[in-house]
């Protein structure tokens, strides 16, 4: 039991594993993509790759989106905007971001057979 603790503090239960970092945020979805990468970095995860995407800030939905004067909309849009879809990001309007997380769910799924036909 005691080398079960130890592996585990030692990050030796995901050290080796295969990950993807996918973040999506309001303005910075690099950052949470940074994160991740740190995350595996730290455990010894192979990062397979990364992809990021816009998604809508809380103020979107949050309904003082249009008149908070500290929101993401002003801040992006300015004073008066109204929330309407052809603003809003969304992920069906980035194509190429969920084709690239086809691609990369593919190469992972490659890698783990590798493994798994190795084995």
């Not at 995407?53 to 849009?77: D, L, N, R, T």
């Not at 109204?82 to 069906?92: G, V």
Request: proline fraction near 5%; hydrophobic fraction near 40%; charged fraction near 20%.
């Amino acid at each position: 039991m005691g080398q079960d603790i130890a592996g585990h503090q030692e990050g030796k239960g995901v050290s080796g594993k295969l990950g993807v970092a996918v973040g999506v945020g309001g303005s910075s979805a690099g950052k949470a993509v940074e994160s991740i990468r740190a995350f595996f970095q730290y455990y010894q995860i192979e990062c397979v790759g990364t992809v990021s995407a816009q998604g809508p800030a809380s103020c979107f939905p949050c309904g003082f989106g249009e008149s908070c004067k500290v929101g993401a909309i002003q801040m992006f849009f300015g004073p008066g905007t109204k929330i309407a879809p052809e603003i809003t990001p969304d992920l069906s309007k980035q194509p190429d971001r969920i084709e690239l997380a086809a691609v990369l769910g593919r190469r992972l799924t490659e890698r783990l057979e590798g493994f798994a036909a190795a084995a």
